[in-house]
C-alpha cells in the first residue's frame, strides 16, 4: 500500500514571496490533515479535511494560508506572502476512521524563507 | 488550553541503557498515541492507547496510559542506535479525532 506523498520535499523562498505544497493521501481515507512542525517542536494542526469540507481551520492564518482539497483526495496548503516565520516543516497526514485517531503522516516539505 | 508536556525533552544514552519518556496533561484523553519521528521524515505511529491503566508492549518498548487518562509513559529496555529518532505523545481530548501533539522527546543512543 502506497504511504501519503508530498511535494516538493524541499523549498527555500525569499519573504514576500508565495509557495503551494500538494499531498496525495493514502487511497481510501477520507479524513486529511495538514500540520506545521516548527524544529524542536511538535506538529501544530493547520486544517483537517473530512473528504473536500473542512472539519476544523481553528489555527489556520487565514490571512496569509489556504488549503483546499477539491474532490475529496488531493490537497493544497498556499501561503501567501510567506513571512519569516512560516519556516518550518509542513506534514500532510491521511487516516481511515476518526476514532481512534490513527494518522499516517507523509515525508512532509521543509520550507525556509529567506 | 490543552497541553501535553513531554520529559525529557533531550535524552543522550549508551546502548544497552534503559529509559523513561512521560507525557502529562492536566486534561483527560480518550486515546494516546506514541510516534517516533527520524530526520527528514514524517511521524510513525508506535501505539495507540485507549483504556486508563492499559498497559501495551511492542518488543522492548512498554506503553502504559494513566489510571485517569491524563497522562502516559514509554519506557525502552535495552535501547539500541536504531532506537534514535524523536518520540511524540498525542492525545485526542475531544473524541474528534483532533490530536494535540507534545513538544517530542530526542533520544540518542550511542553505540
Known amino acids: 500500500e502506497a504511504g501519503v506523498a508530498q511535494s516538493p520535499r524541499y523549498k527555500i523562498i525569499e519573504k514576500r514571496q508565495s509557495v503551494a505544497f500538494w499531498c496525495n493521501p493514502i487511497?481510501?481515507?477520507?479524513?486529511l490533515y495538514w500540520y506545521q512542525q516548527i524544529l524542536g517542536q511538535g506538529p501544530k494542526l493547520l486544517i483537517q479535511?473530512?473528504?473536500?469540507?473542512?472539519?476544523?481551520d481553528s489555527q489556520l492564518p487565514k490571512d496569509r494560508f489556504s488549503a483546499e482539497r477539491l474532490k475529496g483526495v488531493d490537497s493544497t496548503l498556499k501561503i501567501q506572502p510567506a513571512k519569516l516565520e512560516d519556516s518550518a516543516v509542513y506534514l500532510c497526514?491521511?487516516?481511515?476512521?476518526?476514532?481512534?485517531?490513527?494518522?499516517?503522516f507523509g515525508p512532509g516539505t521543509r520550507l525556509t524563507v529567506l | 488550553t490543552q497541553l501535553l508536556e513531554q520529559s525529557p525533552q533531550f535524552l543522550s544514552i549508551q546502548e544497552g541503557e534503559n529509559l523513561t519518556v512521560y507525557c502529562n496533561s492536566s486534561?483527560?484523553?480518550?486515546?494516546l498515541q506514541w510516534y517516533r519521528q527520524e530526520p527528514g521524515e514524517g511521524p510513525v505511529l508506535l501505539v495507540t492507547?485507549?483504556?486508563?491503566?492499559e498497559v501495551k508492549k511492542l518488543k522492548r518498548l512498554t506503553f502504559q496510559f494513566g489510571d485517569a487518562r491524563k497522562d502516559s509513559s514509554l519506557h525502552i529496555t535495552a535501547a539500541q542506535p536504531g532506537d534514535t529518532g524523536l518520540y511524540l505523545c498525542?492525545?485526542?481530548?475531544?473524541?474528534?479525532?483532533?490530536?494535540?501533539f507534545g513538544q517530542g522527546t530526542t533520544l540518542q543512543v550511542k553505540p
Open positions: 497526514a491521511s487516516s481511515f476512521r476518526r476514532l481512534p485517531n490513527e494518522q499516517f
Open positions: 487511497s481510501g481515507h477520507a479524513t
Open positions: 479535511f473530512q473528504n473536500n469540507g473542512v472539519v476544523d
Open positions: 486534561s483527560v484523553f480518550s486515546s
Open positions: 492507547v485507549v483504556t486508563g491503566g
Open positions: 498525542a492525545g485526542d481530548s475531544s473524541n474528534t479525532g483532533k490530536l494535540i
